[in-house]
């Protein structure tokens, strides 16, 4: 039956077609639809403006990330990783600077080096800082807050006081021996004397129940085998070009919704930021933004921009919540985590970061109170 | 889970009829974006900052597309799917004419004047020393608001006149709005009214939204009520008259 359905309901050349038209018919709609009370074409409006700013930084950081991943062989990364856990986490900020990947690139990147002996503090500080710090980010975050560079400074600072904070957790109090999943640990097990296999390759590629993964993640994490690495250079660039695209096909969903919620927010709550979010009210906007950023699951390179689209409503504190706790922990790289990592390591991980966002910007707001 | 990797054989083998479709989408999706940008048409979304970052959008996704419809990107049964949702969807919305009213306030349109931070302290526009007077023109009202921010000290007791719309908002205290312009950052979704809080003689405020000109002394004074207001730069007026309405936002350079 469901075979049936899924054959009727498959989306073939001729939904192709109705589903355009009946999108086309949507937009040229939208004014009769705003006399129903509906804010239709002011969400149209901010979502085109919001798509064409954030979408060639997203394209950046996808070209990037995919050159990373493409181009340098993960022996490259384990061969100079220090394994000493204090040089490691240096090493690591370092590394966030340098290493222009997007948030859903560093979590097969934290695996790889886990595996490979990198001490688990270190691995982590990589995982929470470079998403925030890399160059790309960076950049994004100076063109969509031109007028307020202090953002990024912030960001920036924050983002690494956050990464080591969570870090040091970890080596005050150790986690688990075991943190991989039981069947990866077998699938390690398995390879560990024979054939080299591109650990990512398996990481992402085994689900609970030994399914195909179709969780929804970063192509990055997806097969680029050794092979293609050391191939000639017209299948490394097809090879790249197919890394590109498949990363592009599945990360834009999350920004196309994010980019939604940003416009809707924007629409229905105007231009002002409401009273009760000031002040007093700062903690409950710094969870509400934290929150959005978890389940919008925007990609760090173009975070930014739909940030500055709501910066009006929100206070600063808040706004830093959500640019640096979004690309540490959202719902795909817990996902993300969930398919390579156990239940108890991914709810202590995300857990601390949440908490070590929040009291850092409970902290922000109180200063700001104190120094206005 | 989509393989990236790609045998030789399959770089050797003919395109499909998915490929060409999603070629075709790739290149609509470019073309787009060509199309907002020659006729100017962006300019409305975002500020002419981004221009060169959208023609390097077109620009990758433009040779994504021509990747694909040479066979050279393995396409599945998924492909019509993500296509249409994120390719043809995104086309459309940049290719059909949107009412911008809703959102954009009418008069910013798609005119962007460049806020200059940089220009020479000697040949200020409108700037008359010697009588203690600023003629503001509409689209020097950026660079006003930029200089009288940065330097007040130095134009206090000016005589200021501008044409500008009128604002108002909860922390203006009794007789004060803003004589307001449109400044976009971003893009049209961060728009704000920014510009002069002006002090009312008579304590009557204009109509929200209409144009003024205004004339009168720039002083300190204190914006908002007595409890909660804050001391400010005020422009006192001395007359408040109807004035033409003017176009365009603003943006910094």
């Not at chain 1, 997806?222 to 990363?247: C, F, Q």
Request: glycine letters at 8%; charged letters at 15%.
């Amino acid at each position: 039956m469901t075979d049936v359905m899924r054959t009727r309901f498959q989306f073939g050349f001729q939904t192709f077609l109705l589903a355009t038209v009946l999108a086309a018919g949507i937009i040229i709609a939208s004014p009769l639809i705003d006399t129903s009370g509906f804010p239709m074409t002011g969400i149209i409006t901010g979502v085109v403006g919001l798509l064409l700013q954030a979408l060639p930084f997203l394209l950046v950081g996808i070209l990037i990330s995919s050159a990373v991943e493409t181009f340098i062989t993960p022996a490259f990364i384990e061969r100079h990783f220090p394994k000493s856990t204090a040089a490691g986490m240096l090493v690591a900020l370092f590394a966030g600077f340098c290493i222009p990947v997007c948030d859903c690139a560093t979590v097969p990147v934290f695996s790889r080096l886990h595996r490979k002996g990198v001490p688990l503090p270190a691995a982590i500080v990589f995982l929470c800082a470079a998403p925030v710090i890399n160059p790309i980010v960076i950049w994004s975050t100076i063109f969509a807050f031109p007028d307020r560079p202090l953002i990024t400074v912030a960001r920036v600072s924050f983002g690494i006081i956050t990464a080591l904070i969570v870090g040091v957790t970890f080596v005050i109090r150790p986690a688990d021996r075991h943190l991989l999943r039981e069947d990866l640990r077998t699938i390690d097990h398995a390879h560990a004397g024979g054939t080299r296999h591109s650990g990512i390759q398996q990481e992402s590629a085994i689900a609970p129940g030994g399914d195909v993964d179709s969780s929804p993640q970063c192509a990055s994490c997806t097969t680029v085998p050794e092979t293609t690495r050391t191939a000639g250079w017209r299948t490394r660039l097809i090879s790249y070009l197919n890394h590109t695209r498949n990363d592009l096909y599945t990360i834009m969903p999350y920004m196309l919704v994010g980019i939604l919620v940003a416009s809707c927010v924007r629409a229905f709550a105007g231009s002002s930021a409401p009273s009760w979010l000031q002040g007093y009210g700062t903690p409950i906007a710094i969870v509400a933004m934290m929150g959005l950023a978890f389940l919008s699951s925007l990609c760090s390179s173009s975070d930014a921009v739909i940030a500055r689209s709501i910066s009006a409503l929100f206070p600063t504190p808040a706004l830093l919540g959500f640019l640096i706790f979004g690309p540490i922990m959202d719902l795909k790289n817990v996902l993300m985590l969930r398919s390579m990592f156990t239940r108890r390591f991914v709810w202590r991980l995300g857990i601390t970061v949440a908490i070590t966002c929040f009291m850092l910007m409970v902290a922000l707001a109180l200063f700001l109170e104190l120094i206005r | 889970m989509s393989a990236v990797a790609v045998s030789p054989s399959r770089v050797r083998s003919r395109p499909t009829l998915l490929n060409r479709m999603e070629g075709c989408c790739l290149l609509l999706l470019a073309a787009s974006m060509a199309i907002l940008i020659a006729t100017g048409r962006y300019l409305s979304f975002v500020t002419p900052r981004s221009l060169p970052y959208i023609m390097f959008a077109i620009v990758v996704l433009a040779v994504l597309g021509i990747a694909s419809w040479l066979g050279w990107i393995t396409a599945d049964k998924r492909t019509l799917r993500s296509c249409f949702a994120l390719l043809v969807v995104p086309a459309l919305l940049f290719l059909l004419p949107v009412s911008s009213s809703q959102s954009l306030n009418a008069f910013a349109g798609s005119r962007a004047i460049a806020i200059q931070t940089s220009q020479s302290s000697t040949k200020l526009p409108g700037l008359d020393a010697g009588n203690r007077r600023i003629t503001i023109s509409d689209d020097d009202f950026g660079f006003w608001y930029n200089q009288i921010d940065k330097h007040a000290e130095e134009y206090i007791g000016y005589t200021v006149v501008l044409s500008a719309q009128v604002s108002t908002n909860s922390a203006l205290g009794k007789g004060q709005f803003t004589a307001s312009r449109m400044l976009m950052t971003c893009c049209v979704l961060d728009m704000t009214a920014f510009g002069f809080t002006v002090d009312a003689s008579d304590g009557t405020i204009p109509k929200t939204d209409s144009w003024v000109q205004v004339t009168g002394t720039l002083e300190r004074g204190r914006i908002g009520s007595a409890s909660q207001g804050y001391e400010g730069l005020i422009l006192k007026a001395s007359s408040v008259g109807g004035a033409d309405s003017a176009t365009g936002y603003f943006y910094y350079a």
